[in-house]
């Protein structure tokens, strides 16, 4: 097949640029063919090399005694959990395709991250995700919204895994852009971790999963620009399709192989597809590979070289397998009826040869591709607004008086309604291993026996018969990205603060995080200055709660057009070990006659705005989105959370709910109204509360819906109390009984009056917002 010369303009077609090319120049010695351009596009593309970001990301803490694997080793991170047992996990960004073709997109982002689980040797055993939309009023967002949640629902569903937790915001600055961050955890024994590595010089490589067709081509190059209506349309073939069940038979038949022995590196086809599988895996061991792509399936007629390299089709896999052992591979793949076959072998060259119709079309050093993509340091300045953000204040600001509306209108945001219209299209109780499902601050799944893929002989032989007892591992998604947007580096402790939080309150202790930092376009200073300094907040963060990132994603051009880039958002998964089943907590209230307990101060009067900045309250009710938002004080989170499990652990604490979003008055009424007996059916605990004693000089709008940070709310028996408070305020946490639980109806009291309103009333708002948005 003749191919194009290689010119400046196909040069910039590929994303790269005169300097870049000029390195290619200078590494090849020549002119590279127009394969090897493309590998070069995708393989320097920020998807694939992170090369605007890399210095940023080494300032994250990445080791700790329990990390088996760590940051930029593999395709996922691992953690030990004890007893010989470890998790993996991950998560990843799927942002353009969604935005192209948002079922596809997010289906197969749901898809592609649990290859990178099970490509470690992993069982994958539960997925969560983190989803951001424009407002619901806009016909365009209710598609794109019922479309992602339709694709993850769908993957997730047929492929039999519990879609378990997560959360969703709406905010305009999504509007042409929204988010699909998925994550996905899995289980396996220390002895059964699998490298990406292409060892064993002689080794044969085998191809396995469907065939190779045109759709995904240049996935990776497309997620590394700027999206607009010509590209987004140009590039919709640029969205792979998924086959959940077909993912279902490879996973299956990967880790029954991984069980035989006879592998020696396995790699999913990715992002650049058999081009990142063969020059990472060959980069990782210091190795070469040599493949033949007349021997690799196709499902379309006359691919081209550059074709084949560079398609994303889904489920399919890259295994290199120990030589004289090809026959008991050959025998798993048929037996799960996967279509494979042997495309090449290991070499000792160090280079990623390809042949195409009996000729060499690929020639290039793999760790030049892999490892050696060019670094930037970009220009990083602080944007203009903040300066009217910073000087926001409350003067002017009308007070209606009226709480109860202004609660419903809190409770009625799409940001802090129930997310139960997504929740409720997953499965999120396969596998009979989820303990805690949506609906509370963190999920909790169980870990046992069977949970962990079947042992190889030589595993056997080390690990024995040693027990595995059930563990409960928790996690949980948390990013405000508007929080981000009006104070980068506060806003950046503040999600990792909170997920930290969240996990605090389900009785789990953090172990490992793993981020998405979703970002406009990094050749803006005043983005790239935001980015810098939100990781400078996570990395602090990260290390106060000795939660080291495990590893992550970056997506970067995240902007459309005149709509602008998206409101920075890292977000951020972290998982936590609950020692106990009887540990395990949860938001609700749980019998009426119990005693509530405010941890922390109700309100940070040192802030001249009390929490208020960029809080729901201002946007909901006055419809502003300014004010600097609630500074995080990370000593004082560690010492609350460190009192939280301390009390947990003691059995007097009947219900944890951490106050985020919406502030006090919405971390009450979900304590009131979340638990959810039945399909249809919910338990209202009502709750007299009288926040006079703990008001001082606070403004009431503040007390009710300020977010200041490092609070939660616990319930505790009568007899309890008095010695829950003296315990708390022992070790530093402000600490005041604030109420009561019981009835029908939400009572709060302040200096200012006294609001009340059924729980069912408040409820109502806040169930069904999202339904009502949607029909």
């Known amino acids: 097949m003749h191919e194009p010369a290689i010119t400046p303009e196909l040069v910039a077609k590929h994303n790269l640029t005169p300097e870049e090319y000029q390195k290619i120049l200078e590494i090849l010695g020549r002119e590279p063919g127009y394969t090897e351009l493309g590998i070069f596009s995708v393989m320097w593309s920020e998807h694939c090399s992170y090369k605007n970001t890399r210095p940023v990301l080494r300032t994250f803490p990445t080791k700790g005694a329990s990390i088996l694997v760590g940051a930029g080793e593999e395709n996922a991170g691992i953690v030990d959990v004890g007893d010989g047992v470890a998790i993996a996990f991950k998560i990843e960004s799927h942002n353009h395709p969604s935005a192209v073709e948002p079922f596809q997109g997010a289906a197969t982002g749901v898809g592609g991250i649990i290859r990178d689980i099970f490509t470690m040797g992993a069982r994958p055993v539960a997925a969560l995700n983190s989803l951001r939309f424009g407002e619901l009023t806009n016909p365009e967002v209710r598609r794109l919204f019922t ?54 010089v002689g080794n044969p490589v085998f191809y396995v999963g469907p065939a190779t067709g045109r759709d995904g081509l240049a996935g990776a190059a497309f997620a590394s620009k700027d999206l607009t209506e010509e590209s987004a349309e140009q590039q919709r073939g640029a969205v792979q399709v998924g086959d959940p069940f077909m993912e279902k038979l490879v996973c299956e038949a990967c880790l029954e192989l991984l069980a035989t022995g006879a592998v020696a590196g396995m790699q999913d086809m990715g992002a650049a597809g058999l081009t990142c599988s063969t020059c990472e895996t060959a980069a990782r061991a210091g190795t070469g590979i040599e493949i033949e792509l007349d021997r690799v399936p196709q499902r379309a007629p006359d691919m081209s070289s550059y074709e084949i390299m560079l398609s994303e089709s889904q489920e399919r896999m890259l295994i290199v397998v120990h030589k004289g052992r090809e026959e008991e591979v050959k025998k798993v793949f048929d037996k799960w009826d996967l279509p494979w076959a042997e495309i090449g072998f290991v070499t000792d060259t160090g280079r990623m040869v390809v042949r195409h119709g009996g000729r ?54 799409s940001t802090v309604a129930s997310k139960n219209w997504v929740y409720r299209q997953y499965d999120h109780m ?7 499902c949506p609906g509370s601050d963190a999920a909790v799944i169980r870990i046992k026996a069977d949970s962990l893929p079947v042992m190889s002989e030589a595993v056997k032989a080390i690990a024995g018969d040693r027990p595995v007892p059930e563990k409960f591992v928790a996690f949980t998604v948390d990013c405000n990205g508007t929080y981000v947007y009006l104070d980068p580096y506060e806003g950046g402790k503040a999600a990792v603060t909170e997920a930290c939080r969240n996990l605090a309150c389900s009785g789990a202790v953090p172990i490992g995080s793993t981020d998405n930092l979703n970002f406009g376009n990094p050749h803006h200073p005043e983005i790239f200055w935001q980015l810098k300094e939100s990781v400078r907040g996570l990395a602090e963060a990260c290390r106060a709660f000795q939660a080291p990132v495990t590893g992550g994603n970056v997506s970067l051009y995240n902007q459309r057009g005149s709509l602008g880039a998206i409101d920075p958002t890292p977000t ?27 941890l922390g101060d109700a309100v940070d009067l040192n802030d001249p705005i009390q929490g208020l900045g960029g809080s729901i ?11 600097t938002p609630p500074r995080v004080d990370l000593e004082a989170a560690t010492q609350l959370h460190t009192t939280l499990i301390g009390l947990i652990r003691e059995g007097v604490v009947h219900s944890a709910h951490d106050c985020s979003d919406g502030g006090l008055a919405v971390a009450l009424a979900e304590c009131c109204f979340s638990h959810q007996l039945a399909r249809e059916t919910f338990q209202f605990l009502g709750a007299e509360v009288d926040l006079t004693a703990v008001a001082g000089a606070a403004r009431t709008d503040a007390l009710l819906f300020g ?16 010695r829950v408070v003296r315990q708390a305020q022992a070790m530093g946490v402000p600490a005041a009984v604030i109420g009561t639980v019981g009835g029908e109806v939400l009572t709060l009291k302040s200096t200012a009056g006294k609001w009340s309103e059924s729980v069912a009333a408040l409820h109502d708002v806040w169930w069904n917002s999202i339904a009502r948005s949607m029909a």
Do not use: M
């Open 147 to 200: 479309g992602v949640v339709g694709g993850i629902a769908h993957y997730g569903n047929c492929f039999g895994i519990p879609t378990i937790a997560g959360e969703v915001a709406f905010d305009r600055s999504y509007e042409g852009n929204p988010l699909v961050n998925a994550f996905a955890l899995g289980v396996l024994r220390h002895e059964q971790i699998t490298r990406g590595a292409a060892h064993g």
């Open 360 to 413: 060499v079309v690929v020639d290039l050093p793999a760790k030049k591709l892999a490892d050696e993509a060019p670094v930037y340091y970009r220009e990083a300045a602080e944007p203009a607004y903040l300066t009217a953000v910073r000087s926001f204040r409350l003067d002017g600001i009308p007070d209606s008086g009226d709480r109860v509306a202004e609660l419903k209108s809190v409770l009625g945001n």
């Open 430 to 436: 396969v596998r009979d291993g989820s303990v805690v």
């Open 572 to 598: 951020v998964a972290v998982v936590g070990i609950i020692d106990k089943f009887e540990h395990i907590t949860t938001q609700w209230f749980k019998q009426a006659g119990d005693v509530i307990v405010l």
């Open 617 to 627: 309250w201002l946007k909901a009710v006055h419809g502003l989105k300014t004010g």
């Open 707 to 722: 977010e200041t940070q490092n609070r939660v709310v616990i319930s505790v028996a009568r007899t309890d109390a008095a």
